[in-house]
């Protein structure tokens, strides 16, 4: 949509589309208009029969919502998709703020063009600022499938994600929803919106999700930013990228946690595989994995320390972060170990992923994941800080972890996806034929057992589609996501002539 109206000319925000029963559409967005205040728009598909929903017509009566009284202007944007109540009305939910208190503000509505305004807010936290993009869905405790947006019941936990504006990073926390108050209560105060756990520990930010009802999956879509500077973009011609879609479900083994997984379609990329089975990483050693170019490589790895230097290793009070480390190069009894991609010959560039283990007092041992941008390049231009979080490894799980290395990507997902980061970075010496992969481990007193497949990925080809191929043919709708080497702003949807 273009911004050619009163009410957004000056921007067509982020917003969500809701299938109706009779399988129509609408789209609720957010405008900005020509005095900059934030409104909430309607749009519908100007052909329901197009398969990619290419034009949208804007309603004749927007906008549809309006800043309540008591929130700013500017403080009130990106709508969620709708779901469905008892009461047969649609139910929303919008971003906000009061002060310092990030707020989602709850509507009703029956016809997506008059609202009522419920009572208080679904929910708010003190200190977390403006909610933007904000998502709510429901996942199952009981299912490996994912649920439609209006599922609701006792086998079910409802997701509450915001991206605050004042640190821009997803956030989510997991909860109980009260379809009769509006109200959503969250498991745990302690890790609540905001001030908990993260989609992505790296560079993700302003994520969504939606239902594949062919599938039967949640689906999460993120943003990827730059971390180099405006002149680098400017001169390359574009700036920023959508990730790799992932899958959502409910950790049944943690109950306090979601797993995020890149979705299927990303194997059918898939070229050769490697096989590298209990290699034997000593302390202080760095072993090259011969997988020829590694410019785009799908890997999936498990670790496994030695038991009894786990046992015999002292306790210690060390209060470890990923971000204030010092990144791969700090040495412990017990980490760090992983991956060293997207590095030269020489190791004057590369990217450390990897796992680093504290064993505190009582003999609790701690896990935490972390990716390394320190000496991911020798451009001087860019960001380069260390990321990651502690990640939940329960009694008899080894350590895992999925990569998927493109370029100048690279997401990584630990304990089938527990805990997330994606990395951005800009090799200058590590790119196309140059790029390498090695297993490094920097602990001072454990060996690692390390045992990967890795394959080689091919690139995305996308043929342009035609609009007037869809009224010469039937088409069978395939959703494929894919990310390689494809600007930011572009969902896929393809189609296939059957």
Not at 41 to 52: E, M, N, R, V
Request: proline share 4%.
């Amino acid at each position: 949509m273009v911004a050619d109206q009163w009410y957004d000319i000056n921007g067509v925000w982020t917003g969500s589309a809701t299938i109706l029963p009779n399988d129509q559409i609408v789209m609720l967005y957010t405008g900005s208009t020509n005095e900059s205040v934030q409104v909430q728009c309607l749009a519908y598909p100007a052909d329901h029969k197009d398969p990619l929903l290419t034009k949208w017509v804007k309603y004749s009566g927007n906008p549809v919502l309006v800043p309540p009284p008591g929130i700013g202007v500017k403080d009130f944007r990106d709508p969620t998709t709708a779901w469905y109540t008892t009461e047969g009305k649609w139910r929303i939910t919008i971003g906000s703020k009061v002060n310092k208190t990030g707020i989602s503000l709850v509507y009703d509505t029956k016809d997506f063009i008059k609202y009522e305004q419920l009572d208080g807010v679904l929910h708010a936290v003190p200190g977390t600022g403006m909610w933007e993009c904000i998502d709510f869905y429901p996942v199952s405790k009981t299912s490996d499938k994912g649920l439609d947006t209006s599922q609701n019941g006792a086998d079910v936990k409802h997701v509450m994600k915001t991206s605050l504006d004042d640190d821009r990073n997803d956030y989510y926390a997991l909860g109980s929803y009260n379809e009769k108050t509006g109200k959503w209560v969250p498991d745990d105060q302690k890790i609540d919106v905001g001030i908990g756990i993260r989609y992505d520990y790296g560079k993700f930010y302003a994520s969504k999700t939606f239902y594949d009802q062919n599938k039967q999956r949640r689906v999460l879509w993120g943003w990827i930013g730059e971390s180099d500077s405006e002149n680098a973009d400017v001169k390359k011609g574009w700036a920023s990228l959508q990730g790799i879609p992932r899958t959502v479900l409910f950790d049944q083994n943690t109950g306090s946690n979601l797993l995020q997984w890149p979705v299927e379609e990303i194997e059918k990329l898939r070229l050769n595989k490697k096989n590298f089975d209990k290699v034997q990483v000593k302390a202080g050693s760095v072993v090259p994995l011969d997988v020829g170019t590694a410019t785009q490589l799908d890997i999936v790895a498990e670790f496994e320390l030695d038991q009894k230097v786990v046992e015999s290793a002292a306790e210690s009070n060390e209060e470890f972060s990923c971000q204030t480390s010092g990144g791969a190069a700090k040495r412990g009894a017990l980490g760090p170990f992983g991956l060293l991609v997207l590095a030269d010959d020489s190791l004057s560039e590369r990217t450390p992923v990897y796992f680093y283990v504290v064993k505190g007092s009582g003999g609790t041992v701690n896990t935490y994941f972390c990716a390394d941008q320190t000496r991911s390049s020798v451009a001087t231009d860019v960001v380069k800080q260390v990321s990651g979080s502690y990640v939940p490894v329960l009694k008899g799980e080894k350590l895992s972890v999925r990569i998927l290395v493109d370029h100048s990507i690279i997401e990584s997902f630990a304990q089938g996806g527990r805990t997330t980061i994606t990395t951005r970075v800009y090799p200058t010496q590590a790119i196309y034929g140059a790029a390498r992969l090695f297993l490094f481990n920097n602990a001072t007193d454990t060996s690692v057992t390390a045992s990967l497949q890795i394959w080689q990925m091919n690139s995305a080809f996308v043929r342009p589609f035609s609009p007037d191929a869809a009224s010469h043919a039937s088409f069978t709708p395939v959703t494929v996501f894919i990310k390689f080497i494809v600007p930011f702003g572009i969902f896929l949807t393809l189609y296939f002539v059957r």
